[in-house]
């Protein structure tokens, strides 16, 4: 017999209320409008910039295998169509209106007053998460994957429609081309399945488990062989320089920190800026104490992630806390509750508001408050816009560590980069395969580890104009013009 | 007959409201010939044995067949102005003035006989045209509905015309020729994952709510409850012929309401010799279908069809094991759907499911068929193409319509695709029926074949005029006629050749195949290969998963191996269609070492 709860659940699921249509749609308005604002201060996060810059490479080259080294697939395929800052953000946008329109149906289950419930969502309405909704793009779509999955798993332990366990496990799968830390998220799902799917047939736990992970282990094994197609080597994703897959088994990633107790205090101090999760945990231990293993598990995983080294910025640790406890609310909260949770989702907004953010979400703050941007921001761009003009190939360039350029560019055509042929080349004797070269101030190299010679000392190669943080060196014969037909 | 016999039929009786001699009849409490003779003590009349006075044929064949089965009787003979005609039934004012319009104003004195010896002596006369009729009835009503001629010439002429220029063009630029085919293909593939995968979306959401409750089926009354008639085709499967009948006396339906014909060919002894043995209750007729090519299952069900007389009928092979609600689920289904529903089909599932890996793979297929593909169809309202069994009729429009095509060798699929060309729906029902998966790949190729074969001799007749499809059904419909019915074959078809470019590439590293994939075609084939293999293997697992078949969801991996069967029985398919089309490919059941359940 279906509870009151799961009744009125069912009922908002097949007869969806203005509410979370409103709801999604006051969101989306503003992160489009914070994604515009970002875009007139020129500035640019910079995995935007990265899958931007991969989407510019593949548009102009017209060989989408170039993203055979590249990973996570899925933005990038998503920015095909069209590669810039406003769309990144609008996407990302996109992803946070379709999870606010899920929590919101997920809390309009709850015995609140409407207001209350929808007031909750106030604990998600600080710059963290309209920071990661207009410009993180992989971990918006992470994140709406994963809500998206746990609903439809919930619906299909709860009325065994297979319908939802298809919609579940596709979304991991697809999550899986965002993110790869749904590897991680998954466990747990699965293990849902092996707890809760009974029936009277033996092994429907392992079955539904199966078929539940099914479509990711296969996203995994699809993509690996791609790479191997593309690259020769299967695992070739996972050593893409801009990817923080095993970052910390990088040289560049040695400097993140590590241990237990560097991941306990960052882990700690993201549970503190989420008291939403802490005063849910608090809840669900009373009222429903197995599902505390939801909210237990997220904050272990973080932590765990952490302790080995990989990335895991604060902004999404909290908010996926605060995503996971509003999602993880039974539905049979006592109606009494309303206005703790309601202060707390408060007291959250106002956290979030008044806190100075860290890294890159503050210097996003401030651009979208103030307008003002790094000089570096404005640089890149006048670089940018200065070559976007050049003859095709002609300005050799590592998209290692100038992808910021080529995105600022919007065009890939002017650049030669690792993905060409002759870029190896190129390298080796600059003066003679391109007019121009852009290397990075301090560097001298065009490939830092390619161990090249200082680009000043290429015969043929002079200075023509430096930045603060880039120098562009042109030829000085005119002999180097083989870029064009190159194509 | 005991007295607890006869208070059971009693019971049946006050519940059904059908004459008790029927009752008795169905139950098998009484035989046929002894009952008629008691009814005609009790209406008065004398009892005639026409097996030793035989009708006058001459007579016999001035009137309709039809109206003479419908009616229960035959004129016997004529002496002066005077007939005398044999009646399965009581006469009365409405049979009178049946009479009265068919012979004209002339004195008619009653005689009476049993059904089936009315059946018989209409058979025996009406021979020839019983044959006609069901080979060539719907291609006398109208040609174009028939796969008589499996291609009109115009058919032919694009046909010859496209191989040449297809040669011509090789010859002349081969690689733009071959990359042109191998983005056909692809595209081929690419619609078929879309459409299948799109519609088994939507198929998956009824399951959310039974269609039919057992709350519908309980609230019917029997008393008023229809005739339901069962068509059981029935060759050289003399072993098979006991079960069938035990399977069929499960069916939660009063007996005297349910109509069996097992339609038994001429020439095959042995079953007929079978099913006499069987001795089946009174509700169970033998029609002999007349020995005439073509042999096939349409051209029986169509014999079937003239002595059906039921409001509704259903088919089921041999091997059939149905839900025993299915026929009540039916008639709440008509009775509940749009004057328009011409047809109901059941879901077919496997009881031998984990007998091989054939059986395994065959139930993962046809899991998905039946429980996500033929819903979401119903539910877009799309053209559906039956099964071979499980498929309920609204009789009168089943006539109307024209029965089914013997020359089409799966008539099922067309008839369903003609019902949606003529106006009329066909829906879903949430009911199964269990039969014997094939468990010999030579067996299980030569019944696909035959499938595959009969979409083509579909999908040609469907296209000899595609604007009037369009104008009838509609351009999505059509589409999705084409996606599903001529789309099948086609990837089935290039499935094989595929793997092996494949193969070959992966084997030997060749780059020759290189300028056969440029970019665009490439990245299609590789969405094909990768998603699409996923894709199918994985609605394959939910739908066994939905039938608790939990041990076949691991099997579901060797789905794309299974293609590769499905594309050696569409090579032999095409080779037939040209060669044998009208060839039935003959499936053996009765093969299975698991017994039906009981």
């Known amino acids: 017999m279906a509870s009151a709860a799961s009744a009125r659940r069912a009922e908002l699921r097949q007869n969806p209320t203005a509410g979370p249509l409103a709801a999604a749609g006051v969101f989306f308005f503003l992160a489009a409008a914070l994604t515009y604002r970002a875009d007139v201060s020129l500035w640019l996060s910079h995995h935007h910039a990265h899958v931007i810059e991969k989407a510019l490479l593949v548009l102009d080259r017209g060989r989408l295998e170039l993203i055979g080294f590249f990973y996570p697939p899925l933005p990038f395929l998503l920015m095909l169509s069209w590669p810039s800052p406003v769309f990144a953000g609008l996407l990302a946008a996109g992803c946070g209106a379709g999870l606010v329109w899920i929590l919101t149906r997920e809390l309009s289950c709850l015995p609140f007053p409407r207001p209350a419930s929808f007031g909750l969502l106030l604990g998600l309405a600080t710059p963290t998460t309209f920071f990661l909704f207009t410009q993180s793009l992989w971990e918006a779509l992470l994140l709406v994957l994963l809500v998206v999955a746990r609903t439809q798993c919930v619906e299909f332990v709860s009325r065994g429609n297979t319908r939802a366990l298809f919609i579940a496990g596709l979304a991991l799968g697809l999550a899986f081309l965002a993110n790869y830390y749904v590897l991680l998220f998954t466990l747990p799902y699965a293990f849902t399945m092996l707890l809760f799917v009974r029936t009277t047939r033996r092994g429907a736990g392992v079955a539904a488990a199966f078929v539940l992970v099914f479509p990711m282990v296969a996203t995994i094994l699809g993509w690996m062989y791609l790479s191997w197609v593309f690259t020769g080597e299967p695992l070739a994703f996972t050593r893409d320089p801009a990817s923080s897959m095993f970052a910390f088994l990088k040289p560049d990633g040695a400097d993140l920190p590590t241990g237990w107790s560097a991941a306990l205090r960052a882990t700690a101090h993201d549970v503190r800026m989420a008291p939403v999760y802490m005063v849910v945990a608090v809840v669900v231990a009373w009222y429903r104490p197995f599902r505390l293993l939801t909210l237990v598990v997220c904050a272990v995983f973080v932590l765990v992630l952490r302790t080995f080294g990989f990335v895991f910025p604060d902004y999404l640790a909290t908010v996926t806390f605060t995503v996971v406890a509003l999602a993880s609310l039974p539905p049979r909260t006592p109606r009494q509750l309303w206005p703790l949770l309601l202060v707390t989702a408060l007291l959250q907004f106002g956290l979030g508001w008044a806190l100075p953010l860290r890294g890159e979400p503050a210097a996003w703050q401030n651009a979208v408050t103030s307008g003002e941007v790094t000089p570096e921001d404005r640089e890149e761009t006048a670089i940018g816009q200065s070559l976007n003009q050049r003859p095709a190939r002609s300005v050799l360039i590592d998209d290692r560590v100038g992808y910021r350029i080529i995105a600022r560019a919007g065009t890939a055509r002017p650049f030669l980069t690792p993905v060409d042929g002759l870029y190896a080349l190129a390298v080796s004797q600059p003066a003679r395969f391109v007019p121009s070269m852009l290397a990075p101030v301090g560097r001298a190299h065009v490939v830092e580890a390619a161990g090249q010679s200082p680009a000043g000392a290429h015969p043929g190669l002079r200075l023509t104009r430096a930045w603060s943080t880039w120098c562009l060196y042109e030829s000085t014969t005119s002999r180097a013009t083989l870029g064009p037909q190159i194509r | ?598």
């Not at chain 2, 004529?78 to 009365?92: I, S, Y």
């Not at chain 2, 032919?156 to 630029?173: C, D, I, K, M, T």
């Not at chain 2, 399977?247 to 005297?256: A, F, G, H, T």
């Not at chain 2, 066994?544 to 069967?565: D, E, H, K, N």
Request: glycine residues 6%; contains cysteine.
């Open chain 2, 1 to 598: 007959m005991s007295d607890k016999d006869l208070a059971r039929a009693l019971a049946l009786q006050r519940r059904t409201c059908d004459p008790l001699g029927g009752i008795l009849l169905a139950l098998g409490l009484v035989r046929r010939y002894d009952l008629y003779h008691t009814l005609s003590e009790l209406w008065e009349l004398p009892f005639v044995d026409l097996s030793r006075e035989p009708a006058d044929r001459v007579l016999l064949q001035s009137l309709p067949m039809e109206l003479m089965i419908r009616e229960r009787f035959v004129p016997v003979t004529k002496a002066g102005a005077q007939v005398t005609v044999a009646v399965a039934r009581r006469p009365d004012a409405a049979l009178e003035e049946t009479l009265r319009q068919a012979l004209g104003d002339v004195p008619v004195t009653y005689r009476v006989t049993t059904d089936w010896d009315i059946d018989h002596a209409i058979r025996q006369t009406f021979r020839q045209e019983l044959i006609d009729g069901a080979t060539y009835g719907l291609f006398f009503r109208n040609p174009e509905d028939s796969a008589h001629s499996v291609f009109t010439r115009s058919q032919f002429a694009v046909l010859v015309g496209a191989v040449v220029a297809a040669l011509g063009a090789l010859y002349v630029a081969p690689l733009p020729v071959l990359i042109v085919l191998n983005l056909f293909i692809s595209l081929a593939f690419l619609v078929s994952i879309v459409f299948k995968v799109a519609v088994s979306f939507v198929g998956a959401a009824p399951e959310r709510w039974e269609t039919i409750t057992a709350d519908d089926v309980t609230r019917l009354e029997d008393h008023d409850l229809p005739l339901y008639t069962v068509l059981v085709p029935v060759y050289h499967e003399a072993s098979v012929v006991q079960q069938v009948l035990r399977n069929l006396s499960r069916l939660d339906y009063p007996k005297s309401k349910l109509e069996i014909l097992i339609l038994l060919e001429e020439d095959d002894v042995d079953t007929i010799a079978a099913a006499k043995a069987a001795q089946p209750p009174g509700n169970v007729r033998f029609v002999i279908v007349p020995d005439q090519v073509p042999k096939t299952k349409p051209k029986a069900l169509n014999v079937g069809l003239y002595f059906a007389r039921g409001e509704y009928l259903v088919i089921y092979d041999v091997e059939d094991r149905p839900d025993p609600d299915q026929l009540k689920k039916s008639v709440v289904a008509f009775r509940d759907g749009p004057a328009n529903l011409a047809c109901v089909q059941a879901a077919l599932n496997y009881y031998n499911a984990n007998e091989n890996l054939l059986t395994r793979m065959f139930t993962l297929e046809y899991s998905y068929w039946f429980d996500y593909l033929l819903p979401g169809l119903h539910k877009l309202a799309l053209p559906i193409p039956l099964g071979g069994t499980s498929n309920h009729f609204r009789t009168e429009i089943l006539r109307r319509l024209g029965a089914w095509d013997p020359f089409n060798v799966t008539e099922d699929a067309d008839l369903g695709a003609r019902a949606s060309a003529r106006g009329y729906s066909v829906g879903m029902i949430n009911s199964t029926t269990y039969e014997e998966a094939n468990t010999h790949v030579g067996n299980w190729i030569r019944q696909r074949s035959r499938w595959i074969k009969g979409f083509m001799q579909t999908t040609l007749v469907f296209l000899r005029k595609p604007a009037v499809l369009v104008r009838q059904i509609g351009l999505i419909p059509t589409l999705s006629f084409l996606a599903l019915v001529a789309g099948t074959p086609v990837t089935f078809l290039m499935t094989v050749p595929m793997w092996a470019l494949y193969v070959t590439w992966l084997v030997r590293g060749t780059n020759a195949l290189n300028p056969l994939f440029p970019p665009a075609i490439l990245y299609l084939s590789l969405f094909n290969f990768l998603v699409g293999n996923m894709l199918a293997t994985y609605l394959g697992m939910l739908a066994v998963f939905r039938r608790r078949q939990y041990g076949l969801i691991f099997w579901a991996l060797a789905t794309p191996v299974y293609c590769v069967l499905h594309s050696i029985a569409a090579s032999k398919a095409v080779w037939q269609l040209f060669t044998r089309p009208f060839y039935w490919e003959k499936t053996t059941h009765g093969l299975s070492r698991v017994r039906a359940p009981r």
